[in-house]
Nanobody, 125 residues
Framework: VQLQASGGGLVQAGGSLRLSCAASGGTFRGYTIGWFRQTPRKEREFVAG????????YYADSVKGRFAISRDSAKNTVYLQMNTLNPEDTAVYYC???????????????????WGQGTLVTVSS
């Protein structure tokens, strides 16, 4: 499966953005999909994830209550709605997917085999 991430951009603090992760060459059925982010100073970190078939969702503590992950089965797309953004959210955001994620590995980027190209989110103060 190939992943295409989009939706990044420049937004003021307190604003919102919605990122999209579209799959091609296959469907998300049976996959766990994760959103990660990375800055030059930090390792790639988990932001949010979902098990497509079960619909369960997971969030990093830093985004809980502000970000929401959702899906559109008809479009084979996962979204990350990001609200109340702050400058610390500035990063390149990546979506990733894998069929063989166990619960304890959901937040580990090393567990995912398929990655999108990344989309830059910049939050100005």
């Amino acid at each position: 499966v190939q992943l295409q991430a989009s939706g990044g951009g420049l937004v003021q603090a307190g604003g919102s953005l919605r990122l999209s992760c579209a799959a091609s060459g296959g469907t998300f059925r049976g996959y766990t999909i994760g959103w990660f982010r990375q800055t030059p100073r930090k390792e790639r970190e988990f932001v949010a994830g979902t098990k497509w078939s079960a619909g369960t969702t997971y969030y990093a503590d830093s985004v809980k209550g502000r970000f929401a992950i959702s899906r559109d089965s008809a479009k084979n797309t996962v979204y990350l709605q990001m609200n109340t953004l702050n400058p610390e959210d500035t990063a390149v955001y990546y979506c990733a997917a894998d069929r063989h994620i166990i619960l304890s590995s959901t937040r580990s980027p090393r567990a995912y085999d398929y990655w999108g190209q990344g989309t830059l989110v910049t939050v100005s103060s």
